[in-house]
């Protein structure tokens, strides 16, 4: 059987996308680090943030930390409680799943707009069109962000998202927190469209989170900027990824693709297993805080453990037919938005951009089939699973 990352070629390493599975569920590299491939182990350290620590920057040495001390000021990555606590309550405060479903009408406009500039031809660049430039855009528009200055954002995730691939195409000149520090213009700018809105309140995102206010506590502008440019950053790098990896299941699976075209009820369902499937985020890592056991390994403390959650969704353990690529499938509690604390903030969102999107597509093209002759150019990134260049034929 030939599998879709064979097809593909996705991530070669990635035996789980091929239908094997590891060896062992827990294995021990011998390079010290702990990889975790089982989904109640993962579920296990995930959910448990006192023994496996969010902030694994501390395990690294030099450029291969991702982040600063200072660049973490606001950040909901890689940090543990109390900081965490504090400020996913509230972020939280404004980023609701409410205020999420009231932009369904304005992504599905966003949508139909960048696909009709477009054009009507037979052949479609979905990530140039569309996967790309609609999740910028939606959270462009929550920020208040002008409309003019849209194109600057993209530059600056493109920027970013160069200096990332190249630390993993050798390039010894990239070191990590370059993928982020490269684009000071952007932190620049983020911080003046917050002291803007601060001196000029507008009903938006930044306006929300300047006014947020838990147990007495405000948000600073330093935060508010922090959170901003994770939000757009991971945001956009995640939707976009698994916007492009739907369709390429739905191309892989035909027989499911006709069936979703005839019961549109399952367009969510294509969504979630999609995330399941072909999930966007294929590790998070984690680092030990004391002696810990996964999946009966013993684990002394700082180690760092990688939790690879593709692996994890195709686990048989958990889920039946693991292989099989299933819209219906129920319950489909996969990993690919993390689990416990550290759950995706922006879940609701991705999900709402996913149903519209694919239902658009479906409505509006009779096919949609990966061009053989131009096949899909995937992230140079071995945590990242997703395209940047996907062809595919409409007609």
């Known amino acids: 059987m030939t599998t879709l990352a064979d097809r593909w070629n996705i991530q070669p390493d990635h035996i789980w996308l091929r239908g094997r599975q590891p060896e062992h569920v827990v294995q021990e590299g011998e390079d010290g680090i702990v990889n975790v491939y089982g989904y109640p182990e993962a579920s296990a350290v995930l959910t448990d943030p006192e023994a496996f620590s969010n902030d694994v920057d501390r395990l690294m040495e030099g450029d291969q930390a991702l982040t600063g001390k200072e660049d973490r000021d606001g950040s909901l990555l890689g940090v543990d409680p109390p900081e965490h606590t504090r400020m996913r309550k509230l972020v939280g405060h404004a980023f609701t799943p409410s205020m999420i479903t009231r932009l369904a009408p304005r992504i599905a406009e966003l949508t139909r707009n960048l696909l009709d500039e477009a054009g009507g031809s037979d052949r479609l660049d979905l990530v140039e069109s569309l996967t790309y430039p609609l999740p910028v855009i939606v959270i462009c528009e929550i920020l208040g962000v002008p409309t003019d200055d849209l194109s600057l954002f993209r530059e600056w995730v493109d920027r970013m998202a160069r200096s990332a691939s190249g630390l993993f195409d050798g390039d010894e000149d990239v070191d990590i927190a370059a993928a982020q520090r490269r684009v000071p213009e952007m932190l620049d700018y983020l911080a003046e469209l917050v002291a803007d809105r601060r001196k000029s309140p507008r009903a938006d995102l930044i306006g929300d989170l300047i006014h947020a ?183």
């Open 213 to 395: 206010d838990v147990d007495g506590e405000r948000v600073t502008d330093r935060q508010i900027v922090t959170f901003l440019k994770d939000l757009i950053v991971v945001g956009h790098a995640t939707t976009s990824a698994v916007l492009g990896n739907a369709v390429l299941c739905l191309d892989a699976h035909p027989e499911v693709a006709a069936r979703v075209r005839a019961d549109r009820s399952l367009v969510p369902g294509v969504f979630e297993e999609t995330l399941r499937y072909l999930a966007p985020g294929a590790m998070a890592a984690r680092a030990t805080t004391r002696d810990v056991e996964i999946g009966g390994l013993a684990v002394g403390p700082d180690r760092l453990v990688m939790n690879w959650l593709g692996a994890c969704n195709r686990d048989p353990r958990q889920f039946d037919r693991p292989h099989e690529f299933d819209p219906a499938r129920d319950p489909n509690p996969h990993l690919a938005f993390s689990r416990g604390i550290h759950f995706c903030l922006g879940a609701p969102l991705a999900r709402i951009e996913g149903r519209i999107v694919l239902n658009e597509l479906l409505d509006r093209y009779r096919e949609l089939r990966v061009d053989p002759g131009e096949p899909p150019v995937f992230l140079p990134l071995p945590f990242v699973i997703g395209v940047t260049d996907l062809v595919v034929r409409t007609a």
